[in-house]
């Protein structure tokens, strides 16, 4: 069994994750950190006025407007399941309460958000409802014996007062998946009460954007060896996580804490940094170029140095099988979505296509994206569909390239800052006492406005000098320390 390893940073405003198998990288995610509320979003508010001649309450939750709870909104995404029907949430209500609600629609123009009082915890395979008595399935479910035995698992599950949506992902998880997916959710909430009881109101008591919730949420479980978190705030958030699964099922959550960047470190970074590249190579010589159109992904596999010890179709045979599972990792690393064919190596036994087949559709098993693979195609092609969920790594990592009329892509001035910050940090390690940094002008006029990152490398505490150069690559940065010259067009950074 592969050894998976989760890693966790946050820094600039951005928290970035990254999950390893047997030390190759297979997933990279980013998130921008954001002020605003999102769906979902759960706060303490207090009940600003009734309107009972319009069935609403407004709702003082911190934000710029107040909020509008209405009947409508007392069972979030309702439109989309099967449920019972909603009591009424103004029973016992008055003026001048303070109660918890949900975020169900952002503002929008001079339009405060929608909340609900009966808040939903989403998980992977279930929506749990701590205080709405019903089950409900999917619609996207059509099999009326698996909506059955469904439900069947779920009033199992759940106890009296609590409601259960069981999602379209339901049906593909083991029972104890969902199980200890109800035991996290309800942990959760209870959470969320203990915190409501001394938050003030307008505070914020618990979000699912944030990367951490998303990922631990989707892929917490028993195949998981080590959680490595960058820095010790982002550890406590993580392990607060963590806590509310059963506990055989936690994994500790170690801090790197070297004085390094994790990332680069670890050689995470480097493998990251692949994602630009349309080449990928194989161990054994062999190579595979990934090319995005607008309509699909095309993928060509080449036997490159490697020639084999036996025969063509079994040095054909090796190479295709190893690519198959390459392609895998890539799409999932890459975030790939739609259409993709797959231009195999030619090979003359019947039997070693539908191996290939077989293989690749093994290797993508693993993702948690929906693939669908068709069988190899007269011209041994091989065309697979997935689902892609979430941003793309490349739209934070490139942009359009100015040097070539934007034929290709070239770095973002924000990951060449990572970059920059990572090697700050590796000369904080080795005792430098001061840097200069030459650059691109424009980079630096972008870091300049960059507040966010300029914080951050004052919290690093060393001094920077950086150079402004007009000649100089974007990607191109030189670094001295300690002895050096200060020419009068230097900016001080920290």
Not at 60 to 88: H, I, K, M
Request: hydrophobic share 40%; aromatic share 8%; charged share 30%.
């Amino acid at each position: 069994m592969a050894k998976k390893s989760l890693y966790f940073d946050s820094y600039c405003g951005y928290t970035l994750s990254a999950i390893a198998e047997n030390g190759k990288v297979c997933e990279f995610k980013f998130e921008k950190k954001s002020d605003s509320c999102n769906v979902g979003d759960v706060y303490k508010g207090r009940i600003e006025s009734i309107l009972p001649g319009m069935q609403a309450i407004f709702v003082n939750c911190g934000l710029q407007r107040n909020c509008f709870l209405s009947t409508d909104d007392a069972l979030p995404d309702s439109e989309n399941y099967d449920v019972g029907a909603a009591p009424d949430v103004f029973s016992t209500l008055k003026e001048g309460d303070e109660i918890l609600v949900q975020v169900t629609k952002l503002p929008v123009g001079k339009k405060g958000a929608k909340v609900t009082a009966r808040p939903s915890f989403i998980g992977k395979c279930i929506i749990y409802m701590p205080n709405t008595p019903f089950v409900g399935v999917s619609r996207k479910i059509a099999d009326e014996e698996l909506r059955r035995n469904l439900v069947f698992l779920a009033k199992r599950l759940k106890c009296e007062d609590e409601g259960i949506v069981v999602r379209t992902a339901g049906p593909y998880a083991k029972r104890n998946e969902v199980k200890y997916e109800y035991t996290y959710l309800k942990n959760l909430y209870n959470e969320v009460i203990e915190r409501f009881k001394t938050a003030e109101v307008g505070e914020l008591l618990y979000t699912d954007s944030a990367l951490p919730v998303k990922v631990l949420r989707d892929i917490l479980s028993t195949d998981i060896e080590e959680i490595i978190v960058g820095n010790k705030k982002l550890k406590e958030q993580v392990e607060s996580i963590v806590n509310l699964y059963p506990a055989h099922t936690k994994r500790s959550v170690r801090l790197h804490d070297t004085g390094r960047d994790m990332l680069e470190e670890t050689g995470i970074s480097a493998q990251i940094m692949t994602i630009a590249s349309p080449r990928v190579e194989l161990e054994n010589g062999a190579y595979i170029i990934i090319e995005k159109t607008e309509a699909l992904t095309v993928i060509d596999v080449n036997t490159g140095k490697f020639t084999g010890d036996y025969n063509r179709e079994q040095t054909v045979y090796q190479t295709n099988i190893m690519a198959a599972r390459e392609i895998a990792r890539q799409v999932r690393l890459r975030n790939i979505g739609g259409i993709v064919v797959v231009d195999f190596i030619d090979m003359t036994n019947a039997a070693h296509n539908k191996a290939l087949v077989d293989e690749l559709e093994r290797a993508l098993k693993d993702d948690k994206a929906k693939c669908d693979v068709s069988p190899m195609s007269k011209f041994g092609l091989v065309e697979f569909t997935r689902k892609r969920m979430g941003a793309s790594p490349l739209s934070l990592m490139t942009k359009p390239c100015k040097y070539c009329n934007e034929a290709g892509y070239t770095i973002t001035a924000e990951y060449i800052l990572f970059g920059l910050r990572a090697k700050v940090l590796n000369f904080i390690a080795d005792g430098a006492k001061a840097l200069r940094v030459d650059m691109n002008r424009d980079i630096l006029l972008y870091m300049l406005d960059w507040r966010t990152f300029l914080d951050d490398l004052k919290g690093l505490g060393l001094p920077i000098y950086a150079v402004p150069h007009r000649t100089y690559h974007e990607q191109l940065i030189n670094y001295r320390a300690d002895e050096f010259d200060i020419p009068d067009d230097a900016v001080k950074l920290t």
